[in-house]
């Protein structure tokens, strides 16, 4: 802070005198006085200029370091945390160098000082704080509560000295003296607390018995007077704290510039210590010593009625209610102990806006921890209660009924004994549920609190006994259950024999309807199913009349013992029972039925088999083979069906005697094949050789398709003749009538005819012209060839043309073409060949005259396959010798034999064509060995309909290892018509 000095003008004083008077001023630090003096001085007396200059010079050096000063402390005053006693020296300086200029600045370094001293002060109270704080963690609350009384020292003087009025002087006295007086009264009691603590953590190891609870209430008794003691002393020092406050407000009001810079402030500090701090202060100091050990011994109080109440609880959940009950005694009165701490706690707190519950304030954050004891407090009485009604279930004894029934004794008089003891039983049942009721009402207000308070222990209490209610209550219901139990095992025994006995009769019926394996086949038998089923209708309506009324009894069970598991499960077992029958009485309708349409259709089956027999053998008689293998085939489907649906020896004979009848139809069949193929062989050789080719055709595969209806194999000859016509077929030279082109190209072949002969007349006359339309006619013969490229008149028109063009070039394509075709033929293929011999037939009709043209026009037919070779010596002998080595074989008719006979002599037929007595020899063994039957025996059947069953499910592998076991039974089989049919559907899934 900087000053300016303004110097004030004096009259004229004698000259001589000035200076010493200004060094007196000087001296006495009255620097104004001594520059009013100084300064007119100089003006007057310039020769004394430096003299008057020095003592300025002094008064502004003083002046200077007043500034300095000055500025020092503005400087410290700004600063986060000014050194106070350095502040409070620099005001003193500031005194000493200039008094004048103090009263200028009075008001500010009073503030300062005031300031700097009021900062002093809250350091020194907090040092106060801290080190009471350290002394109330040790647990020393005397030497801290000594500590804190040293800091009521801070502006007590002045407070005393302010004049505030001897009423409030007189109540601040009055606290100071409580705060001082009673502190070895606050380091006793807690002590003593403490003590009592302990004490009481000695009987914690003690056995929860009457004996000993007198004991324990007399510790507890000491330890709530000393918390009483305690609460006591912490009222005085509560009271001198509201009383504080009450003159600090009041102080506050008249003084509002005051602040806290004044005693009540500081004390009020140093009661309630640091803001949210609760340790802190001389009422932290109590704080500090209850939660060190009022906490403690709630726990020690709660862990101990806790296990009075486990104890009970576990005795109860083992049934040893004498125990339980001895223990709910001791319960209720373990149970006050720490309830009443909660109530001393609620006094020692001075808190506002305590929390109300049941109608009770309770200590701040005790909430939880009340809650909980009075749980335990209010459910105590009724373990009691619980036990007595305990006591009485285990008196109730039971016998065992099922055992006795089990040895012989009556069921009638061991149901009513069981009913007898359900009576009691329920009578206890329903005092349970009575007290269970009370419980849950009583308990409701707890379970409301429980929300607002969660995990408060109190919910355990609750829930224990009201477990407990409902234990009791299970176990008096599981007896009673028990008993119904019995009583219905019994009755239920008794009607599962019934019930069995009419199932063994029932299943009697249904196999024998249903069929049982019997030599690999289904044996039903529903003659005797049904005479078991119409005299099973009469005892399953009495039986279901008897369980009609047993489940009526079960209905009249009240639902404790109706929901029982064990009883539910008889009911359901009776159910069962009933529903059994009822199924057994349903399927017996409709198993009758079946029984006795299985029967009527098994009879109509065999009249149909007898009738389609004698249909067949009429048949036969007239040589009607296609109705007689139908009708045989009819009458073995007929009898087979039968026996499906009833196993019957009658009629499996008539399905042997189908199979004979077969037999014999085959036979037949057979020779008439054979004539049929002859005289169909001898046409055909008629038809190849006159080129009737379509013809030979039909008449080949009409050969053929009747040699498959009784030989397994292909026939020699019509192999060999079907080759010859294929191939004669791809040779023809004709355009046949019925082709779809027949029209289109006769009719370019007659342009092209018509063509040629203009051109012919024209070639006389005009060249050019005639080859226009001999050019024309060629065009057209080409576009019949593009389709019918061995067509004869197409082909040798063509020849025609080109000669009639160039006959001197022809010559020359004459020779090239002939010699084409006769190496084509040579050595070509199967279509190369027949091409060529077409060329040569073609070329012998332009120049038959060439060559010898019959020998070369043979070979080439047998090169194209189109007629056989002749047999050499060599192949006519060896046919020959294969005659004579196989002719024994056939006579003898060894059918092992007769495969191998056939192979050898469609060789000899192959080397030698007219070998008769070779085709005489295959005709025998065709006449030996052939197939045709049309029927299965009855078990190859039955494999037949299974196979047919998994093709119908697209079950190929099935199907087809179910055929090999029918060709197992006999090969043969493989050729009967069905079995070819059902082998293919089943190679094509």
Same mark, same amino acid.
């Given at each position: 802070?900087?000053?300016?000095?303004?110097?004030?003008?004096?009259?004229?004083?004698?000259?001589?005198?000035?200076?010493?008077?200004?060094?007196?001023?000087?001296?006495?630090?009255?620097?104004?006085?001594?520059?009013?003096?100084?300064?007119?001085?100089?003006?007057?007396?310039?020769?004394?200029?430096?003299?008057?200059?020095?003592?300025?010079?002094?008064?502004?050096?003083?002046?200077?370091?007043?500034?300095?000063?000055?500025?020092?402390?503005?400087?410290?005053?700004?600063?986060?945390?000014?050194?106070?006693?350095?502040?409070?020296?620099?005001?003193?300086?500031?005194?000493?160098?200039?008094?004048?200029?103090?009263?200028?600045?009075?008001?500010?370094?009073?503030?300062?000082?005031?300031?700097? $001293?009021?900062?002093?002060?809250?350091?020194?109270?907090?040092?106060?704080?801290?080190?009471?704080?350290?002394?109330?963690?040790?647990?020393?609350?005397?030497?801290?509560?000594?500590?804190?009384?040293?800091?009521?020292?801070?502006?007590?003087?002045?407070?005393?000295?302010?004049?505030?009025?001897?009423?409030?002087?007189?109540?601040?006295?009055?606290?100071?003296?409580?705060?001082?007086?009673?502190?070895?009264?606050?380091?006793?009691?807690?002590?003593?607390?403490?003590?009592?603590?302990?004490?009481?953590?000695?009987?914690?190891?003690?056995?929860?018995?009457?004996?000993?609870?007198?004991?324990?209430?007399?510790?507890?008794?000491?330890?709530?007077?000393?918390?009483?003691?305690?609460?006591?002393?912490?009222?005085?020092?509560?009271?001198?704290?509201?009383?504080?406050?009450?003159?600090?407000?009041?102080?506050?009001?008249?003084?509002? +510039?005051?602040?806290?810079?004044?005693?009540?402030?500081?004390?009020?500090?140093?009661?309630?210590?640091?803001?949210?701090?609760?340790?802190?202060?001389?009422?932290?100091?109590?704080?500090?010593?209850?939660?060190?050990?009022?906490?403690?011994?709630?726990?020690?109080?709660?862990?101990?009625?806790?296990?009075?109440?486990?104890?009970?609880?576990?005795?109860?959940?083992?049934?040893?209610?004498?125990?339980?009950?001895? &223990?709910?005694?001791?319960?209720?009165?373990?149970?006050?102990?720490?309830?009443?701490?909660?109530?001393?706690?609620?006094?020692?707190?001075?808190?506002?806006?305590?929390?109300?519950?049941?109608?009770?304030?309770?200590?701040?954050?005790?909430?939880?921890?009340?809650?909980?004891?009075?749980?335990?407090?209010?459910?105590?009485?009724?373990?009691?209660?619980?036990?007595?009604?305990?006591?009485?279930?285990?008196?109730?004894?039971?016998?065992?009924?099922?055992?006795?029934?089990?040895?012989?004794?009556?069921?009638?008089?061991?149901?009513?004994?069981?009913?007898?003891?359900?009576?009691?039983?329920?009578?206890?049942?329903?005092?349970?549920?009575?007290?269970?009721?009370?419980?849950? +009402?009583?308990?409701?207000?707890?379970?409301?609190?429980?929300?607002?308070?969660?995990?408060?222990?109190?919910?355990?209490?609750?829930?224990?006994?009201?477990?407990?209610?409902?234990?009791?209550?299970?176990?008096?219901?599981?007896?009673?259950?028990?008993?119904?139990?019995?009583?219905?095992?019994?009755?239920?025994?008794?009607?599962?024999?019934?019930?069995?006995?009419?199932?063994?009769?029932?299943?009697?019926?249904?196999?024998?309807?249903?069929?049982?394996?019997?030599?690999?086949?289904?044996?039903?038998?529903?003659?005797?199913?049904?005479?078991?089923?119409?005299?099973?209708?009469?005892?399953?309506?009495?039986?279901?009349?008897?369980?009609?009324?047993?489940?009526?009894?079960?209905?009249?069970?009240?639902?404790?013992?109706?929901?029982?598991?064990?009883?539910?499960?008889?009911?359901?077992?009776?159910?069962?029972?009933?529903?059994?029958?009822?199924?057994?009485?349903?399927?017996?309708?409709?198993?009758?039925?079946?029984?006795?349409?299985?029967?009527?259709?098994?009879?109509?089956?065999?009249?149909?088999?007898?009738?389609?027999?004698?249909?067949?053998?009429?048949?036969?008689?007239?040589?009607?083979?296609?109705?007689?293998?139908?009708?045989?085939?009819?009458?073995?489907?007929?009898?087979?069906?039968?026996?499906?649906?009833?196993?019957?020896?009658?009629?499996?004979?008539?399905?042997?005697?189908?199979?004979?009848?077969?037999?014999?139809?085959?036979?037949?069949?057979?020779?008439?094949?054979?004539?049929?193929?002859?005289? $169909?062989?001898?046409?055909? &050789?008629?038809?190849?050789?006159?080129?009737?080719?379509?013809?030979?055709?039909?008449?080949?595969?009409?050969?053929?398709?009747?040699?498959?209806?009784?030989?397994?194999?292909?026939?020699?000859?019509?192999?060999?003749?079907?080759?010859?016509?294929?191939?004669?077929?791809?040779?023809?030279?004709?355009?046949?009538?019925?082709?779809?082109?027949?029209?289109?190209?006769?009719?370019?072949?007659?342009?092209?005819?018509?063509?040629?002969?203009?051109?012919?007349?024209?070639?006389?006359?005009?060249?050019?012209?005639?080859?226009?339309?001999?050019?024309?006619?060629?065009?057209?013969?080409?576009?019949?060839?593009?389709?019918?490229?061995?067509?004869?008149?197409?082909?040798?028109?063509? $020849? +025609?043309?080109?000669?009639?063009?160039?006959?001197?070039?022809?010559?020359?394509?004459?020779?090239?073409?002939?010699?084409?075709?006769?190496?084509?033929?040579?050595?070509?293929?199967?279509?190369?060949?027949?091409?060529?011999?077409?060329?040569?037939?073609? $070329?012998?009709?332009?120049?038959?005259?060439?060559?010898?043209?019959?020998?070369?026009?043979?070979?080439?037919?047998?090169?194209?396959?189109?007629?056989?070779?002749?047999?050499?010596?060599?192949?006519?002998?060896?046919?020959?010798?294969?005659?004579?080595?196989?002719?024994?074989?056939?006579?003898?008719?060894?059918?092992?034999?007769?495969?191998?006979?056939?192979?050898?002599?469609?060789?000899?037929?192959?080397?030698?064509?007219?070998?008769?007595?070779?085709?005489?020899?295959?005709?025998?063994?065709?006449?030996?060995?052939?197939?045709?039957?049309?029927?299965?025996?009855?078990?190859?059947?039955?494999?037949?309909?299974?196979?047919?069953?998994?093709?119908?499910?697209?079950?190929?592998?099935?199907?087809?290892?179910?055929?090999?076991?029918?060709?197992?039974?006999?090969?043969?089989?493989?050729?009967?018509?069905?079995?070819?049919?059902?082998?293919?559907?089943?190679?094509?899934?």
């Amino acid at each position: 802070m900087l000053f300016v000095l303004v110097p004030a003008l004096f009259g004229q004083e004698r000259q001589e005198d000035v200076l010493s008077q200004a060094d007196a001023l000087i001296d006495q630090k009255r620097y104004t006085q001594a520059m009013n003096l100084l300064v007119p001085y100089m003006q007057n007396n310039p020769d004394n200029f430096d003299q008057a200059q020095r003592r300025i010079r002094r008064i502004t050096q003083a002046r200077n370091e007043y500034n300095k000063i000055v500025g020092d402390l503005v400087l410290e005053m700004e600063k986060p945390e000014p050194n106070n006693r350095l502040v409070l020296e620099m005001t003193n300086r500031l005194r000493d160098l200039d008094p004048e200029r103090i009263a200028e600045t009075q008001d500010i370094i009073k503030r300062i000082q005031e300031m700097a $001293l009021f900062k002093e002060n809250q350091r020194e109270l907090e040092r106060i704080m801290n080190q009471g704080q350290e002394l109330v963690d040790q647990g020393q609350y005397a030497e801290a509560l000594r500590v804190y009384a040293r800091g009521l020292t801070i502006y007590q003087d002045e407070f005393f000295r302010s004049g505030f009025g001897a009423a409030m002087e007189n109540r601040v006295r009055q606290g100071i003296n409580d705060l001082l007086s009673n502190v070895n009264a606050v380091n006793n009691s807690a002590t003593a607390l403490r003590n009592a603590v302990d004490d009481l953590e000695n009987l914690s190891n003690q056995e929860a018995s009457p004996q000993n609870l007198n004991a324990y209430r007399t510790a507890y008794n000491r330890l709530g007077a000393e918390m009483d003691r305690f609460t006591g002393l912490r009222d005085i020092y509560t009271g001198t704290d509201m009383a504080f406050r009450e003159e600090l407000a009041t102080l506050r009001q008249n003084n509002p +510039q005051g602040g806290d810079r004044n005693f009540l402030a500081f004390a009020v500090r140093l009661l309630e210590g640091h803001p949210g701090d609760t340790k802190s202060g001389m009422l932290g100091s109590f704080d500090v010593a209850w939660n060190r050990e009022i906490p403690r011994a709630r726990n020690l109080l709660d862990t101990k009625s806790r296990s009075v109440y486990i104890a009970a609880a576990n005795d109860a959940s083992r049934r040893e209610y004498n125990a339980a009950g001895r &223990r709910a005694e001791l319960m209720g009165a373990y149970a006050e102990f720490p309830l009443d701490l909660e109530l001393r706690w609620n006094r020692y707190d001075k808190g506002t806006g305590k929390p109300i519950l049941f109608n009770q304030i309770v200590a701040a954050g005790e909430e939880a921890n009340y809650l909980k004891f009075r749980a335990l407090s209010a459910t105590s009485p009724y373990w009691t209660t619980l036990s007595q009604l305990g006591i009485r279930f285990n008196a109730v004894q039971s016998r065992d009924t099922l055992a006795l029934w089990r040895e012989g004794g009556d069921a009638g008089e061991l149901m009513q004994m069981e009913q007898a003891f359900t009576v009691t039983l329920r009578q206890l049942r329903e005092e349970a549920q009575t007290l269970s009721e009370t419980i849950q +009402q009583e308990t409701a207000g707890f379970q409301d609190m429980e929300s607002q308070y969660p995990a408060s222990g109190a919910e355990e209490y609750i829930n224990g006994i009201s477990a407990a209610a409902r234990t009791l209550i299970g176990s008096i219901t599981q007896q009673e259950g028990n008993s119904a139990v019995n009583r219905y095992t019994i009755a239920n025994s008794q009607m599962e024999s019934r019930v069995a006995a009419r199932e063994a009769e029932f299943r009697q019926g249904a196999e024998l309807l249903q069929g049982a394996q019997k030599e690999n086949y289904l044996a039903r038998y529903p003659t005797r199913a049904g005479v078991i089923f119409s005299r099973l209708e009469a005892s399953l309506t009495a039986d279901q009349q008897n369980l009609e009324a047993l489940l009526g009894q079960y209905a009249q069970e009240p639902p404790e013992i109706a929901g029982n598991s064990r009883v539910s499960s008889l009911r359901s077992e009776t159910q069962a029972m009933q529903s059994r029958l009822e199924a057994a009485s349903l399927q017996r309708q409709g198993l009758a039925a079946s029984a006795a349409s299985l029967a009527q259709d098994a009879q109509r089956l065999r009249q149909d088999g007898d009738r389609y027999y004698a249909e067949a053998e009429a048949a036969l008689a007239r040589d009607d083979f296609t109705v007689a293998r139908n009708r045989v085939g009819q009458a073995a489907d007929a009898y087979f069906q039968s026996t499906e649906r009833e196993d019957d020896e009658e009629t499996w004979n008539k399905n042997a005697q189908v199979r004979l009848l077969d037999e014999r139809i085959t036979s037949r069949l057979n020779e008439d094949v054979l004539i049929r193929v002859a005289a $169909l062989l001898n046409q055909i &050789r008629d038809a190849y050789y006159g080129s009737e080719f379509d013809r030979a055709e039909g008449l080949i595969t009409q050969a053929q398709n009747i040699w498959k209806l009784t030989q397994p194999n292909p026939h020699s000859e019509l192999v060999t003749w079907a080759a010859m016509i294929e191939a004669g077929a791809r040779s023809s030279r004709s355009i046949p009538a019925t082709a779809p082109l027949y029209t289109e190209m006769s009719q370019l072949l007659s342009e092209a005819r018509k063509n040629y002969e203009e051109g012919r007349r024209f070639m006389t006359s005009s060249e050019v012209e005639g080859k226009r339309w001999l050019t024309t006619a060629q065009k057209n013969v080409e576009k019949v060839k593009l389709v019918y490229p061995l067509n004869e008149e197409a082909g040798v028109l063509a $020849l +025609q043309i080109e000669r009639e063009i160039d006959q001197s070039a022809f010559a020359a394509s004459f020779e090239e073409k002939y010699r084409s075709a006769i190496r084509r033929n040579e050595t070509g293929s199967g279509t190369v060949r027949i091409e060529a011999l077409n060329d040569l037939r073609n $070329l012998r009709a332009i120049n038959p005259q060439y060559t010898n043209w019959a020998p070369l026009i043979r070979q080439a037919e047998i090169n194209a396959g189109l007629r056989r070779p002749d047999p050499t010596a060599q192949d006519i002998a060896e046919a020959r010798a294969i005659v004579n080595r196989v002719r024994p074989l056939v006579n003898a008719k060894d059918m092992s034999q007769m495969s191998t006979a056939r192979t050898d002599l469609e060789r000899a037929m192959n080397l030698d064509s007219n070998n008769q007595e070779a085709k005489n020899l295959y005709t025998e063994v065709a006449r030996v060995v052939y197939r045709g039957n049309l029927t299965l025996d009855i078990e190859a059947e039955r494999l037949y309909q299974q196979a047919l069953t998994a093709v119908q499910q697209g079950n190929g592998v099935r199907a087809l290892a179910l055929i090999n076991q029918i060709y197992a039974r006999n090969p043969d089989y493989r050729y009967v018509q069905k079995m070819v049919v059902l082998e293919q559907r089943a190679r094509s899934l």
